[in-house]
C-alpha cells in the first residue's frame, strides 16, 4: 500500500485531524407496493450518513421505519447531535468503541457504525468482513420477498424469480389466503426454499393450525408468527409444530436470546434493529454458543443499507437480504441479487459504489 504525502500510510491519522459527519436525505421508491400483516409501503425515506477522515469518506444508510418510530426529523436530530463529538476524534478505530455509548435510535447507530467500518476497511486495504475476520461470504442465495398479493400474483412472481435464478422465496402471512398463497408458489418453485413470514400476524392457537395446514409444503422456517412481547407463547408455539420457528421482532438485543434459549430454532438479526456490525456480531456469537441458528435479514433499503449484513453472511443459516431488490431505483451498487445471488466485491470497505445515473443525488453528494 502506498505510503500518503508526508510519508504517512493509507489510515494512519493526521495529528489533530478530526472527522466530519454529514448527512443527504433521499426517497426510495419500491417496484410495487409491499404489502405485509400491519402495513402497506410504497416508498421509504433513507438518509445517507457520510464519516470523512484522511481523505477517506465511509458511508451508511438508516431508513425511516414507522415500526420502530425513526422518522427523517429524528434522524437528522440524531446526527446533528453526533457532529461535535466526531470532529472532537481523529481516530476511526476510537470511534467505532466509542459508539459503544450511543443511546439514540438503532438504526442511526447501525448507519454510524456501517460508516466508520467502511472508512476503517479503506484505511487499511481491507473489504469489512476481512477486517472483521468473519467467514468469507461466498456468492450466497438470498430470499426475495412475496407479499400478501392474490393468490395468482403470488404464483406469477414465483414464477418469474424462479426463472431468474432464485432459490429461495419468502413468502409473507396473516390473512385468509395464506395456505393458498403458499401451495401456489410451492407449485411454481418445486425446489426453493421457502420461508414465510406472517410479521406477528396471528395469534398463537391460529399459529398452530395454520403451520400445521403447511407442512405438507415443505417451510424451511417461519419468522415471528405471533406478536412480539409473549416469548412464553412464540415457545408454546415452536413446541407444537415442525417448522423451525425464527423470532424477529422478539430478538432485538442481545438480552433477549436467554429468553429465547431453548425455545425457538433461530434468531433474525437485523442491523438496523440491533445497532449495527459490532452489536450483530456479538449477538450472533452469543447465539451460537446458545444453539440458536442465524437468520439475516434487512429492512426495504438500498444497496448501501443492506451490505453490512452482506458482509457477515458467511455466519447465517438463513440469508434474507432483498431489501435493495424490491425498489425501482437502487442509488447505489456492489452485491448483486438480482438473480437470486449475492456477490461482493474483494474491495476495501463495504464495496458498494454510486450507481452512475440515479436521479436522487446520492452520488453527487459522496463524490
Not at 436525505?25 to 477522515?53: D, F, G, K, N
Request: aromatic share 4%.
Amino acid at each position: 500500500m502506498e505510503p500518503l504525502p508526508g510519508g504517512r500510510r493509507p489510515g494512519t491519522p493526521r495529528a489533530g485531524a478530526g472527522m466530519k459527519l454529514s448527512w443527504h436525505p433521499y426517497r426510495l421508491v419500491l417496484r410495487e407496493p409491499l404489502r405485509i400483516s400491519r402495513s402497506v409501503m410504497a416508498h421509504r425515506e433513507a438518509v445517507q450518513l457520510t464519516v470523512t477522515h484522511d481523505g477517506l469518506a465511509g458511508h451508511g444508510e438508516v431508513v425511516t421505519s414507522g415500526y420502530y418510530g425513526l422518522d427523517r426529523a429524528a434522524i437528522e436530530r440524531t446526527c446533528a447531535g453526533w457532529t461535535g463529538r466526531l470532529a472532537g476524534c481523529s481516530d476511526p478505530a476510537a470511534l467505532r468503541d466509542e459508539l459503544n455509548t450511543f443511546d439514540g435510535p438503532a438504526g442511526v447507530l447501525a448507519a454510524l457504525d456501517t460508516a466508520v467500518h467502511d472508512l476503517l476497511g479503506q484505511a487499511r486495504g481491507l473489504p469489512v468482513h476481512r477486517l472483521l475476520q468473519a467467514p468469507a461470504p461466498t456468492p450466497v442465495a438470498t430470499a426475495y420477498t412475496i407479499g400478501l398479493v392474490p393468490v395468482a400474483d403470488a404464483a406469477a412472481t414465483a414464477r418469474r424469480l424462479v426463472a431468474a435464478g432464485f432459490a429461495v422465496l419468502k413468502v409473507k402471512a396473516g390473512d385468509d389466503a395464506d395456505v393458498a398463497r403458499v401451495a401456489a408458489v410451492r407449485a411454481e418453485a418445486p425446489t426453493a426454499r421457502l420461508l414465510l413470514d406472517p410479521n406477528g400476524g396471528w395469534s398463537a392457537e391460529q399459529a398452530v393450525r395454520r403451520l400445521d395446514a403447511l407442512t405438507p409444503y415443505r417451510i424451511d422456517a417461519v419468522e415471528q408468527p405471533i406478536p412480539p412481547g409473549r416469548p412464553d407463547l412464540l415457545a408454546r408455539v415452536a413446541a407444537r409444530t415442525a417448522i423451525p420457528v425464527v423470532a424477529d421482532e422478539d430478538a432485538e438485543r442481545l438480552a433477549d436470546l436467554d429468553r429465547l434459549t431453548g425455545s425457538v430454532a433461530g434468531v433474525n438479526v437485523k442491523l438496523a434493529k440491533c445497532g449495527g456490525i459490532v452489536a450483530a456480531t456479538r449477538i450472533v456469537e452469543a447465539a451460537r454458543e446458545r444453539g440458536l441458528d442465524i437468520m439475516l435479514g434487512c429492512l426495504v433499503a438500498s444497496t448501501l443499507g443492506v451490505a453490512p449484513a452482506v458482509h457477515l453472511a458467511g455466519l447465517a443459516r438463513w440469508v434474507d437480504l432483498d431489501g435493495h431488490l424490491l425498489i425501482a431505483d437502487d442509488p447505489w451498487t456492489g452485491i448483486g441479487g438480482h438473480d437470486g445471488v449475492l456477490r461482493l466485491a474483494d474491495t476495501p470497505g463495504l464495496g458498494v459504489t454510486p450507481t452512475a445515473t440515479t436521479g436522487s443525488g446520492v452520488a453527487e453528494a459522496v463524490r
